[in-house]
């Protein structure tokens, strides 16, 4: 159907900042990390097929992990193998500029692959308010109501009512401090970015060519050769010269300064489970532990029973493998123990 | 030979402040918690049996640990297994009665199974002066040289110089606190009670006679059946009438204040192992582990790599089926976990 809109699933980023959960090999969207039988990437399908239909669904992962991909979402027929990782803007690029040419109408909606939405009628009316702003020929964004001053996620500014019923984006900014994102919430109109993006196909290209021409370029000649012999050659030419940016960089930030973005706000309990907090907020207490003088989060899958003793707000993360142990005010920087891994020789556990 | 000298080892005691590497069916003296390949048992035999020979020593544990014992010690010839827990005096005593039947001028020396010596001629040469005190009538026991003012161990306070070489014994005093035990390193003069008796086996059952004379008639019962079919039967019946009670508060206490006990002064290297403080002192690094701004005690076999982030003085633990998760501060305290457990469907973990 002409003016369908369509899914776009980039599935990049491996989460190191839930090691040893998430590996290089079998990344965050990967896991089943809320014991629910469903992996993350299973949960964004769940929520996003009711809205497109399994052909309008369009997965852009990297080729390590297609076929994990395609055992997990076996309906999905759309896949795009990144032969590297380009970060999101070539990624939903491609994807906006495959879609284009299946439906030159097509309004195209971008959502990560590894986040968690509680209420998922409330994200379908929002994301129906982004459809329409975005037929108007906005890049409409859905926004999160901020739950806290978090310091974790960027904020989007919000502005004037537009006639679609979404807000102006004012500005996108950069994760600020504690004390600045609390200054957003008593200030009201904030936003987290959660990286959701609702356009049309026509309307990001556009604007892709007048602000990223080269990249533009690039995608407009794998799009070009996709459905053909050349697909592979053609893509293994011109990936590894597209510009490798975000989109909130490439698009998001410029394009709001134009006033050419809405923002909808959303309240329907977002998480993305960024780090062991983020875990620890969502998650069932694991039934194989015990607290003495403590409390925390002990998940994994590793099978054995974990006593805690005299920690407050302690992590412990055991896996077949390997065993983490923490506290949530360390959670973000479980990258760092990520980062030592890969300066010594146990590259094994990444 | 006549007037020889018998060690003792009794075995008792679970250990619990090293669960989960201790456990009810695997006490500590079972385990080789320091990677040299022989249990603690193992080590306490090697050290004994050049002062005794392998038929000099008697070894005193629970019926459930037998097989174990016997496997690890396959030279052992004398072994009393206990029906159930009665603590050290009951243990020692028996063992005494058992030696003075064989060797009636016997010196027997009782040794935990469970603590580690560093400097093995240096304890030789302090065994050998305790025997040299112990023919003169007294009961001899070698004083650690304390290390600082711990807290975990109970104190000698010797008097005048014997003219065996060792010390006469003021009193014992049980596990001070901090300050006091500050005071006593301060005063001189004080040593760790390590549980190391060395006396004449007549002298020891002299005293028993006289200070718990019920026990002493149960354990005289037991010694005359122990080499006759009735052992069985016998010691269904007056083993479970024995007095539960230490041999420091039977003997050690009492003995000293009539003047008849002596201490040689240790300074051999000594540890109880008494809790994971005192195994990371004594441990080798693992070599399965990594700390990011932390640091601590990583050990135990359940073969996962083990990152700690963020926590100073860490304990980590892990076994096949169990992971424990403290702070040095809190090692003491472990026994709280097993305790807990106790009180839980999780029994099967102690």
């Known amino acids: 159907v002409t003016g369908s809109f369509h899914a776009i699933i980039p599935a990049g980023g491996s989460g190191t900042r839930l090691w ?7 990344p965050k969207f990967l896991l089943d990390v809320t014991g629910s039988g469903r992996s993350l990437v299973q949960l964004t399908w769940d929520r996003l097929v009711p809205l497109t239909g399994p052909d309008g669904i ?29 970060d999101s803007m070539p990624a939903i690029g491609l ?12 309004v195209i909606g971008s959502f990560a692959a590894d986040h968690l939405i509680d209420d998922v009628p409330k994200f379908h009316a929002a994301v129906d308010q982004a459809i329409t702003a975005a037929r108007e020929g906005l890049i409409a964004t859905i926004g999160i109501k901020p739950e806290g001053p978090s310091s974790a ?38 936003f987290w970015n959660a990286g959701m993006f609702v356009t049309r196909a026509d309307v990001i ?10 990249l533009h370029e690039h995608l407009t000649a794998i799009a070009q050769a996709w459905d053909s012999p050349a ?59 015990v607290f003495v003088d403590a409390d925390g989060l002990v998940t994994g899958d590793g099978g ?17 493998d390997a065993i983490l142990v923490t506290t949530k005010a360390r959670a973000q920087d479980v990258k760092q123990v990520v980062a030592t891994l890969k300066s010594t020789a146990r590259t094994d556990l990444l």
Not at 20 to 26: G, H, Q
Not at 58 to 86: F, N, W
Not at 95 to 106: F, G, M, W
């Open 20 to 26: 040893p959960l998430s590996r290089a090999e079998r």
């Open 58 to 86: 369009t997965l852009v992962c990297g080729q390590a992990h297609e076929s994990a991909i395609r055992e997990q979402l076996p309906d999905l027929t759309h896949l795009i193998a990144e032969p590297s990782p380009r």
């Open 95 to 106: 994807a906006a500029a495959l879609i284009v040419r299946r439906d030159r109408d097509a």
């Open 153 to 190: 996620f960027g904020y989007i500014e919000s502005g004037e009512k537009l006639t679609s019923g979404a807000l102006a984006v004012s500005r996108f900014v950069e994760k600020p401090d504690t004390a600045t994102a609390q200054q957003y919430l008593d200030h009201g109109g904030f």
């Open 205 to 214: 290209l556009r604007h892709l060519g007048r602000l990223q021409p080269t």
């Open 231 to 289: 697909r592979a050659s053609v893509l293994a030419e011109h990936w590894p010269a597209t510009t490798k940016i975000a989109i909130d960089h490439a698009l998001a930030e410029p394009v709001s300064l134009e006033g050419g973005m809405a923002v909808v706000p959303g309240d329907f309990g977002w998480s993305d489970i960024g780090d062991y907090l983020a875990l620890s907020e969502i998650s069932e207490p694991d039934p194989d532990c």
């Open 304 to 320: 054995q029973f974990v006593a805690v003793l005299g920690i407050d707000d302690a992590v412990v993360v055991r896996t077949k």
